[in-house]
């Protein structure tokens, strides 16, 4: 993996991403070319036609995105890979008919996209079927030594048993540091020279899974293969990157404290997320208004009760505010106002609220919040004070999720389907806490276009 603005980003992704590209510039210039053969046109360079080639290109790039084409699933899966497929080069060509519309000129004439859709289908097609088996090829993946035999190192173990895993372990070295659980693990003892024994072993990363570092930790080896060029890691770190959240069951305040994150360049995104929320926000009250009255007066006409409801949130560095949403549940969902968890086919939730809340209709006017300045586009789920309560006594580091605005969706949203219980409040701030530590204006754009595979798909929507 490598970083990009401070998210972690697969190399196969990444290369298929920029191949995929390529590929729609060639299905662009050559429907191009062939379109002029046709008509009997000169069809020149494709020097003279930049804007055009380059817009349709990375229109349908921006949808393969936001549709999940590089996810796990769409890697291992030739028929997830063909559906999203479909679906990004529909958005594209909606996006780009859009842009045509607004300004006329600087995308393919109607005849050139047809050929250049149905090209880019076939090309796209082509080069996972081909590169497929290459995805999986250890010759991709990164090989690691892992220093310990625990829990941690067995957690490791069965990350890298699954198939969309980017690396391989290459050994296991028991540091006595506690009960052994993997069975391969070499004893510490059985090996005379710790760093000579990673050279030998060819590994380009050594990470710590120890379960007591005290007296089990080698420094000396540890500077040694440092300095021979291979990365040494520690537990939390790498199962941040690997992850893509924050392990509640390996950091401590140390981690937080010493790594990085949490500062740079904050101010300048700040300002950014700020503006982008003021000018998103006003465009979006405006477009969505009729289909939030439309909605609202559905509800009234099926159940009893206000169409739209207000409940109090904690936000920003813990502050209270009230969100506006469409109401989904009867009125009477809660008695006395107590907060109760959301249920799977919750029978509180009318047939227009299951819709609604399925497209995420009733999400819209807390555009409201954003604009006040009490939410932001992208952010942690806002929580009602009683479960904060209740979740501060059970989970570390959740007060931590509250150093950002909360939004209307958000990392934990894109990645882990809707939960309603303890458990789920868990892994889902452990994602919070990776979107509060890597914050950057790349990973909000990154969000809000995932969150439309989210709202095509809603499969945790509850």
């Not at 229109?59 to 890979?81: C, N, P, T």
Request: glycine letters at 6%; proline letters at 5%.
């Amino acid at each position: 993996m490598f970083r990009l603005f401070k998210h972690y980003i697969p190399y196969p992704v990444f290369f298929l991403g920029l191949l995929d590209f390529c590929l729609l510039v060639f299905a662009a210039e050559t429907s191009w070319v062939f379109r002029a053969s046709q008509i009997g046109m000169d069809a020149g360079s494709i020097y003279d036609r930049p804007f055009p080639v380059l817009s349709f290109a990375l229109a349908l790039e921006v949808a393969l995105i936001a549709v999940g084409s590089y996810g796990a699933e769409a890697l291992q899966s030739l028929r997830f890979a063909a559906a999203r497929i479909l679906v990004a080069i529909s958005l594209g060509i909606i996006f780009l008919s859009i842009l045509a519309f607004l300004l006329p000129g600087i995308t393919l004439w109607r005849s050139i996209s047809l050929y250049a859709m149905l090209s880019s289908i076939f090309l796209l097609m082509a080069v996972r079927m081909l590169l497929g088996a290459m995805l999986d090829m250890s010759v991709f993946k990164r090989h690691l030594l892992i220093l310990g035999a625990g829990p941690k190192a067995n957690r490791i173990a069965e990350l890298s048993a699954k198939q969309e895993s980017g690396f391989i372990v290459s050994g296991f070295v028991n540091m006595n540091d506690g009960p052994a659980i993997v069975a391969s693990a070499i004893n510490r003892s059985e090996i005379e020279d710790l760093p000579k024994h990673v050279i030998n072993l060819g590994v380009s990363e050594v990470v710590l899974a120890l379960e007591e570092r005290r007296n089990s930790l080698p420094v000396a080896d540890l500077l040694t293969i440092k300095t021979t060029g291979v990365h040494v890691n520690d537990m939390s770190s790498f199962m941040e990157r690997e992850t893509g959240r924050v392990d509640l069951d390996s950091v401590n305040p140390s981690w937080f404290i010493f790594s990085d994150g949490f500062s740079s360049g904050r101010r300048l995104s700040t300002i950014f997320k700020r503006s982008f929320d003021i000018v998103l926000s006003l465009l979006l009250l405006i477009l969505t208004g009729p289909i939030v009255l439309f909605f609202a007066a559905l509800i009234k006409l099926e159940s009893r009760g206000d169409a739209f409801f207000k409940q109090e949130r904690v936000g920003l560095y813990g502050q209270r505010f009230n969100i506006l949403k469409l109401r989904s549940m009867r009125a009477d969902a809660e008695v006395a106002g107590k907060a109760m968890w959301a249920e799977e086919n919750d029978p509180r939730i009318t047939r227009i609220g299951k819709f609604i809340r399925k497209v995420r209709i009733d999400e819209l006017p807390q555009s409201w919040s954003v604009l006040k300045g009490e939410m932001s586009f992208v952010g942690p789920r806002p929580e009602r004070p009683q479960f904060v309560e209740e979740l501060q006594t059970r989970m570390p580091f959740y007060a931590e999720r509250h150093i950002v605005k909360p939004g209307i969706t958000g990392w934990a949203q894109i990645n882990y389907p809707y939960g309603a219980s303890i458990e789920d409040s868990r892994h889902k701030l452990e994602y919070d806490l990776y979107y509060a530590k890597n914050y950057t204006p790349f990973l909000d754009i990154l969000i809000l276009l995932q969150t439309i595979r989210v709202i095509i798909w809603p499969d945790g929507a509850r």
